[in-house]
C-alpha cells in the first residue's frame, strides 16, 4: 500500500522560505517522486521532479528558489522554498510514479493521474 503524507507548509510573507516534507511509505522504489500544487481556479502545475539516479527537473518559475531533494533512508521527500513570491500560494501535493519516469519525463505530467499515487496536500500561503 502507497501512503504520501505532507507536511511544513504554512503562511509566510514574501521573501520567506518553507520546507516542505513527505513521508513515504511504498512497496518498491518510485522511479520517480515530485511535487506539483494547486492554486485556486489554476489547474495542477508541476513544480519539481527527482528521479532515482538523484536527476532534478524544475519549472522555470521555481528555478533557483526552490530545491527538491530525498533522503533515502528514511524515505522522505522535501521541497526547499526560498524567496517565496505570492504567486506561489497554492496548495502543495507529493507525488511518486507508478511507472517509470525520470525526472524530465515525470515533470510536466506531475499531477493526480494514473501515472502517479498523491497525498493529501499541505498548504503555502504567501503574503505580499
Known amino acids: 500500500q502507497v501512503t504520501l503524507v505532507e507536511s511544513g507548509g504554512g503562511s509566510v510573507q514574501a521573501g520567506g522560505s518553507l520546507r516542505l516534507s513527505c513521508e513515504t511509505r511504498?512497496?518498491?522504489?518510485?522511479?520517480?517522486m515530485g511535487w506539483f500544487r494547486q492554486a485556486p481556479g489554476k489547474p495542477e502545475e508541476g513544480v519539481a521532479s527527482?528521479?532515482?539516479?538523484?536527476?532534478?527537473a524544475y519549472i522555470d518559475s521555481v528555478k533557483g528558489r526552490f530545491t527538491i531533494s530525498q533522503d533515502n533512508a528514511k524515505n522522505i521527500l522535501y521541497l526547499q522554498m526560498d524567496s517565496l513570491e505570492p504567486e506561489d500560494t497554492a496548495m502543495y501535493y507529493c507525488?511518486?510514479?507508478?511507472?517509470?519516469?525520470?525526472?524530465?519525463?515525470?515533470?510536466?505530467?506531475?499531477?493526480?493521474?494514473?501515472?502517479?499515487?498523491w497525498g493529501q496536500g499541505t498548504q503555502v500561503t504567501v503574503s505580499s
Open positions: 507525488a511518486a510514479s507508478t511507472r517509470h519516469l525520470n525526472a524530465e519525463q515525470a515533470l510536466p505530467i506531475l499531477g493526480p493521474n494514473s501515472s502517479f499515487y
Open positions: 511504498y512497496p518498491y522504489r518510485a522511479s520517480s
Open positions: 527527482i528521479d532515482t539516479l538523484g536527476r532534478t
